[in-house]
């Protein structure tokens, strides 16, 4: 059941349009986890052109693992932020779907 009316803490964007989600986040905490994710790009495509070099294939398997974890560190970050404010709000307003889907969220992340 939804109580918009009782709702705290969602900053309604000025073109009205919703976020994901009606909890908020830290801007500056978003903002380094997508450079995170652009570096890892980056890394990517490098590791893409180690391969068409023909670089030695230990090299490139070292390399995707480091992107491997720079990603997993990317989604660890996203999940904290996500307890501290989002879960937290559930929480607080009984949102037992949101915090549902986080869940399943988890075991997907963690597979
Ligand atoms: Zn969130």
Same mark, same amino acid.
């Given at each position: 059941?939804? %109580?918009? =009316? =009782?709702?705290? !803490?969602?900053?309604?964007? *000025?073109? #009205?349009?919703?976020?994901? +989600?009606?909890?908020?986040?830290?801007? %500056?905490?978003?903002?380094?986890?997508?450079?995170? /994710?652009?570096?890892?790009? !980056?890394?990517?495509?490098?590791?893409? @052109?180690?391969?068409?070099? #023909? $670089?030695?294939?230990?090299?490139? /398997?070292? %390399? /995707?693992?480091?992107?491997? =974890?720079?990603?997993?560190?990317? #989604?660890? /970050?996203?999940?904290?932020?996500?307890? *501290? +404010?989002?879960?937290?709000?559930?929480?607080?307003?009984?949102?037992?779907?949101?915090?549902? @889907?986080?869940? @399943?969220?988890?075991?997907?992340?963690? $597979?």
């Amino acid at each position: 059941m939804e %109580q918009t =009316s =009782s709702r705290q !803490g969602g900053t309604p964007r *000025e073109d #009205g349009v919703q976020s994901p +989600h009606s909890h908020t986040h830290d801007p %500056q905490e978003i903002r380094a986890i997508v450079n995170r /994710l652009s570096r890892s790009i !980056g890394h990517l495509e490098s590791v893409k @052109k180690m391969l068409e070099d #023909g $670089k030695d294939c230990a090299d490139v /398997l070292i %390399q /995707l693992s480091a992107v491997r =974890s720079e990603i997993n560190n990317a #989604g660890k /970050l996203l999940l904290k932020e996500h307890m *501290e +404010h989002c879960i937290v709000e559930a929480v607080e307003q009984n949102d037992t779907a949101s915090i549902e @889907k986080m869940n @399943k969220a988890i075991d997907m992340f963690m $597979k």
